[in-house]
């Protein structure tokens, strides 16, 4: 197994509104705010690297970045008005977005505690990082067996 780098992404802004989750399962991206003091390495992640969505201590779904580089937007130019209240998101807030393949809910998701919802994923005592590609591999290979039966 390819140990690949692993970004945490939180999903909602600033805990306040509604998870943006489904924004990110919908449209196969990943989003994060342009102030984000993680910003710098969001922006350098390369196709074949891993996103994490993560919701207050765990990661809930897992994705392979395929874009080149990250897209600028405005969330104001990217959401609905709706969209804006249901997620209580600043509409005039810089966002970065990258696009990822698919992304793979795990049926069990991995407890991460780390202060922040964003940043790469670290090994340590619990091996965070091979956790999460082991979760990733495990969906990927049941994902493309699940495709082969349907062919």
Known sequence: ???????????????RGASYFDLFINNN?????????????????????????KS????????EIISDEAEYWLWKDYITND??????????????????KKWFKLEEPIYYP????????????????TQCNEAYYKELKKWKKKRLLIY
Not at 56 to 63: E, K, R, S, V
Not at 85 to 99: G, H
């Open 1 to 15: 197994m390819q140990l690949r780098k692993v970004f945490s992404c939180g999903t909602s802004w600033k805990s």
């Open 29 to 53: 991206i990943a989003v994060l705010g342009s102030g984000n003091h993680n910003i710098e390495s969001f922006r350098k992640l390369q196709p074949g690297d891993l996103v994490a969505a």
């Open 56 to 63: 207050g201590h765990y990661l809930l779904a897992i994705a």
């Open 83 to 100: 969209e804006i209240n249901k997620y209580q998101v600043p509409p005039e807030a810089d966002i970065d977005i990258v696009y990822v």
């Open 114 to 129: 780390t202060p922040s919802g964003t940043g790469f994923v670290q090994n340590d005592r619990s091996d965070y990082l």
